[in-house]
């Protein structure tokens, strides 16, 4: 999610039955369901405990309000850490990257990033060697499933034929 979807998150947008996140206010102007992973999950159940659906997830400790920039305490974060030179959008820009490089298709990545253009996803999606050498071993001959997975073509469920001995 991008900085600004983060800090504007509601505890109604986080569906914990369907394990989803559903930014409202995002940059294309289109909600999009984002599903939780285990790590996340865990960081909102605690997060939202003992709020109201309308109440922000992320709120300023000082103010009980929405936080409004994490300048501060991202900074404090990157210098106990050690870390030099990273910024808050670098960790979504490592999101797609990562994504990209298991592997996982642009079409997937641009909508869990949110991009309504998928040349703007390309830019995370990268060959690499592995899923190259997976790519071209996947269509070999003798492959252990050989089959025709047409799109245009829907495929057939197998007939059943009677045989008597």
Request: aromatic share 6%.
């Given at each position: 999610?991008?900085?600004?979807?983060?800090?504007r998150l509601r505890?109604?947008?986080?569906?914990?039955?369907?394990?989803?996140?559903?930014?409202?206010?995002?940059?294309?102007?289109?909600?999009?369901?984002?599903?939780?992973?285990?790590?996340?999950?865990?960081?909102?159940?605690?997060?939202?405990?003992?709020?109201?659906?309308?109440?922000?997830?992320?709120?300023?400790?000082?103010?009980?309000?929405?936080?409004?920039?994490?300048?501060?305490?991202?900074?404090?974060?990157?210098?106990?850490?050690?870390?030099?030179?990273?910024?808050?959008?670098?960790?979504?820009?490592?999101?797609?990257?990562?994504?990209?490089?298991?592997?996982?298709?642009?079409?997937?990545?641009?909508?869990?990033?949110?991009?309504?253009?998928?040349?703007?996803t390309a830019r995370?999606?990268?060959?690499?060697?592995?899923?190259?050498?997976?790519?071209?071993?996947?269509?070999?001959?003798?492959?252990?499933?050989?089959?025709?997975?047409?799109?245009?073509?829907?495929?057939?469920?197998?007939?059943?034929?009677?045989?008597?001995?």
């Amino acid at each position: 999610m991008r900085l600004g979807e983060q800090l504007r998150l509601r505890k109604r947008q986080v569906d914990f039955l369907r394990n989803m996140v559903t930014p409202t206010e995002t940059k294309n102007g289109k909600d999009r369901d984002i599903p939780l992973n285990v790590e996340v999950r865990a960081a909102l159940v605690e997060l939202c405990q003992n709020k109201s659906s309308d109440d922000f997830v992320f709120t300023s400790p000082k103010t009980d309000g929405r936080l409004k920039e994490v300048k501060k305490g991202f900074k404090t974060a990157l210098r106990i850490a050690g870390i030099e030179g990273l910024r808050w959008h670098d960790l979504r820009a490592t999101f797609g990257t990562r994504l990209g490089e298991a592997g996982y298709d642009a079409f997937t990545i641009a909508q869990l990033m949110g991009h309504s253009d998928i040349r703007m996803t390309a830019r995370y999606v990268r060959g690499t060697e592995r899923n190259k050498r997976a790519a071209v071993e996947a269509v070999r001959l003798d492959f252990q499933v050989s089959r025709h997975n047409g799109v245009t073509k829907e495929e057939q469920p197998p007939k059943l034929v009677a045989v008597n001995n």
